[in-house]
């Protein structure tokens, strides 16, 4: 995650403590993109153990990272505000006790609730982490330590997807929140001892009302997409959800012009090169995420394969996404953003429909391969995109910007495939998965022929010390 205020700060010397609060702060945020994924494989088992129908199966996924990107511009607020240390605490600390209550669930209400809270906790941790970093280090030790960060958000889904099913074979699916407990409690211990704290960098002025807007709204239009699978997408719930959210969001538009000290700075989305970066950050996450529900769900409920057997099917998928990585830096360098930007995006084309075309395991995992090294493509077309072709002054709030939509789009694409596979997920049949893996497909292709227009020509530098994961 980028925090959207990076100031230089010049300590005379270097902390001595840098290298292990880095550990520290890594694993901490290893766990936050590691509760993106590792409850997916774990999806039946929860539906099964709490009884909970489709719609509360998805909002067990959605909420976390409703929140999570939601208010994530708010956490980095905060930290300029309060101070980056105490909110990474407060945050670890929320995300904790959210984990607990998780873990402990005997009721959809209460998973919900303590996904909304490992989400908020989440929120506040990430931008005050990467803040604390960006303070510890500096120079060539500062990109190295960036780098590092950046690299945890392939390492999170790879090892999500198999520690969910090796926790949820095993010890059972509360273990995959449980296992958050001691590892948190041991950084929150030692934390403290390495990072002293920092003074405010900014006034206290906070935007609360700003947050507050635009995270529900991105909740009514979530509620109306996840309700239409149950009552139609004309009924009066959701065309009202629907409306309310896009009210909601001219709403917060307005409240960010007024505001002394806005949330975003709304008026850099019509930045083309942040406006093309936003949009390839939220299909790029709607398409992965909503492949990844869709595999977990196909492979167990209509195929009857094991959890334990799921979580080691994706590991080349997990694979993938790590070479796609590293060579989209190299395709971006030679053709540009654009290019790579409309390949990774026709790729994920290609891999979402290869599961509604072809049956068997193979074609499934196959085609989620495919799909995720293409959106790992997008997502670094994404980051070079919106940081590439502005000022150095404006990178910080861009860099914010599109982390805040890449959260964001993991909840509407799961929601969307959510309500379009809805009688296969409740019955256990193929029904209704084809039509929503095309409903992928066909997404990703009209993003592709959207970025021949909106992300710019030529080839970008990405600033030093920005990283988006």
């Known amino acids: 995650m980028t925090h959207p205020h990076l100031e230089e700060r010049h300590e005379t010397s270097p902390d001595p403590r840098r290298w292990s609060a880095l550990v520290l702060l890594c694993v901490a945020q290893f766990m936050l993109i590691l509760d993106v994924t590792v409850i997916n494989v774990a999806l039946p088992s929860i539906g099964s153990a709490l009884h909970l129908d489709r719609a509360w199966l998805t909002w067990a996924v959605t909420s976390y990272t409703l929140c999570f990107g939601g208010l994530m511009l708010l956490g980095g607020r905060l930290g300029d505000a309060y101070g980056s240390r105490r909110m990474l605490l407060t945050g670890l600390s929320m995300f904790v006790v959210a984990s607990l209550i998780t873990?402990?669930?005997?009721?959809?209400?209460?998973?919900?609730?303590?996904?909304?809270?490992?989400?908020i906790g989440a929120a506040l941790l990430s931008p005050s982490a990467l803040a604390t970093i960006t303070r510890l280090f500096r120079g060539a030790e500062r990109n190295k330590a960036l780098g590092t960060w950046a690299a945890l958000g392939g390492a999170g889904f790879a090892a999500g997807a198999l520690l969910g099913g090796v926790l949820t074979a095993g010890p059972g699916w509360r273990w995959i929140f449980f296992i958050n407990v001691p590892v948190g409690l041991a950084v929150l211990a030692l934390l403290p001892r390495l990072v002293a704290a920092a003074p405010p960098a900014h006034g206290r002025?906070?935007?609360?009302?700003?947050?507050?807007?635009?995270?529900?709204?991105?909740?009514?239009?979530?509620?109306?997409?996840?309700?239409?699978?149950?009552?139609g997408w004309g009924s009066a719930v959701t065309m009202l959800s629907l409306g309310g959210a896009l009210a909601g969001?001219?709403?917060?538009?307005l409240i960010e012009r007024r505001a002394v000290a806005p949330l975003m700075d709304v008026r850099i989305l019509a930045r083309r090169p942040v406006a093309a970066g936003a949009f390839l950050m939220l299909i790029g996450t709607a398409l992965l995420l909503a492949m990844v529900f869709l595999g977990s769900l196909f492979l167990q409920r209509v195929q009857g394969l094991s959890?334990?057997?799921?979580?080691?099917?994706?590991?080349?998928?997990?694979?993938?996404?790590?070479?796609?990585?590293h060579l989209a830096g190299h395709l971006i360098g030679r053709h540009g953003a654009r290019a790579a930007a409309c390949t990774g995006l026709l790729l994920a084309a290609v891999g979402a429909a290869l599961p509604a075309l072809l049956d068997g395991t193979a074609w499934i995992i196959t085609g989620l391969a495919i799909g995720s090294g293409g959106v790992v493509l997008a997502f670094v077309s994404a980051t070079t995109t919106a940081l590439g072709f502005i000022s150095h002054r404006e990178a910080g709030i861009a860099s914010g910007i599109v982390n805040t939509f890449h959260e964001v789009g993991g909840s509407i694409g799961v929601a969307v495939v959510s309500t379009i596979a809805s009688a296969g997920i409740e019955t256990g049949s193929p029904a209704g998965f084809g039509p929503a893996f095309v409903t992928a497909a066909a997404g990703a292709i009209v993003a592709a022929l959207l970025c021949l227009v909106l992300v710019p020509a030529g080839k970008a530098h990405l600033p030093a010390g920005v990283h988006v994961h």
């Not at 995270?215 to 149950?230: E, F, H, K």
């Not at 057997?309 to 990585?325: D, E, I, K, Q, S």
């Open 205 to 231: 002025r906070v935007d609360l009302p700003g947050a507050i807007v635009v995270t529900a709204s991105t909740g009514a239009l979530i509620y109306g997409l996840v309700n239409a699978g149950d009552v």
């Open 307 to 325: 959890a334990l057997v799921t979580g080691v099917l994706f590991v080349p998928v997990a694979l993938v996404t790590g070479v796609a990585g």
């Open 103 to 119: 873990g402990l669930a005997t009721s959809g209400p209460v998973l919900i609730g303590g996904r909304l809270a490992q989400g």
């Open 249 to 253: 969001y001219a709403v917060f538009g």
